[in-house]
């Protein structure tokens, strides 16, 4: 692969693969986290879900943390950064936005990431906002739009925006600032340092209001079998394997690419869904498929 004068490089069947991996795991994420609704408070189970990780990571980890303590004490800052946009605020906004907010209204908003990635760079970080890539969002949110309106574009008007999209705004904003600053600033660490010390910081942000989310919620944290499965499954596979996939994106193609595949979630969500439901995908499914991969194809032009 050859960079370009942005920093998007053009796709290979690796980084097409770590690009994709990332948001199929994480539609999958959106599927079992509904079914701990009613049992586990949503910060809590951010909570919860990355202390898994963390203790499931820390043998693979805690070895290199001693041998780059000098590399995480200078870029202090930055990790702390990382890991408060990531693990403490993303997904946690995220769990809070579907408490009180539709699947529809959060996927609509959450496919809105590579506008506010565009605008992230060129506010923050100086970057050039090129017509393609304003295209190229612009089509993947139409693709993403048409899916989850099921083809029937009468839907779009039976929206009603509530308190919870304010807090998927912020976790979309907060997501898209995690990509550019990983994306920049990242420290030169390997994979399982960086996003040990991001879990970390995390929990260390985040028990004060899991604490109080627990002392004042009348939902109480009901253990079960079940439970234990779905933190099992989010511990693992979209919380260690895919920002592990996502880390390596961002390193083979650049900031803005990636984001324009995180619009692909919803859409894996409705094929998922109704998979599991002994329903096959319908037209429309291809059709915001096709429409989504052409605006990804439209913003990885050189």
Excluded at 35 to 40: K, R
Excluded at 51 to 58: I, K, T, V
Excluded at 165 to 189: H, V
């Amino acid at each position: 692969m050859h960079a370009s004068a942005t920093g998007t490089r053009r796709l290979d069947w690796t980084t097409l693969f770590l690009l994709t991996f990332p948001p199929l795991s994480w539609a999958g994420n959106a599927i079992v986290g509904r079914l701990a609704a009613g049992t586990v408070p949503p910060v809590t189970l951010n909570f919860v879900r990355w202390l898994l990780a963390g203790l499931l990571l820390a043998p693979y980890a805690w070895r290199g943390v001693i041998e780059h303590h000098a590399t995480l004490r200078r870029h202090a800052g930055v990790i702390v950064a990382l890991g408060m946009l990531s693990i403490a605020s993303y997904n946690a906004l995220q769990y809070l936005a579907l408490t009180t907010s539709t699947p529809i209204n959060v996927t609509l908003i959450g496919a809105s990431t590579p506008l506010f990635l565009l605008l992230i760079g060129a506010t923050c970080f100086h970057e050039k906002m090129k017509p393609w890539h304003v295209a190229g969002a612009l089509l993947c949110l139409v693709g993403v739009s048409f899916v989850l309106v099921r083809g029937e574009i009468g839907r779009l008007a039976q929206l009603d925006f509530v308190a919870g999209d304010l807090f998927m705004l912020a976790a979309t904003i907060a997501w898209s600032a995690y990509t550019w600053l990983l994306r920049k600033q990242r420290p030169q660490l390997p994979l399982p340092v960086l996003l040990f010390a991001q879990i970390v910081t995390g929990l260390v942000v985040s028990a004060p209001v899991t604490a109080w989310e627990l002392m004042t919620l009348d939902q109480p944290f009901q253990w079960s079998g079940k439970v234990a499965a779905i933190l099992l499954y989010v511990a693992t596979i979209p919380s260690l394997l895919a920002y592990f996939a996502w880390d390596r994106a961002i390193a083979r193609a650049g900031a803005e690419l990636p984001v324009f595949f995180i619009t692909l979630t919803p859409v894996f969500a409705a094929l998922l869904s109704t998979l599991l439901l002994g329903d096959w995908p319908r037209w429309y499914h291809g059709v915001g498929l096709v429409t989504i991969g052409a605006g990804i194809w439209l913003a990885q032009r050189r």
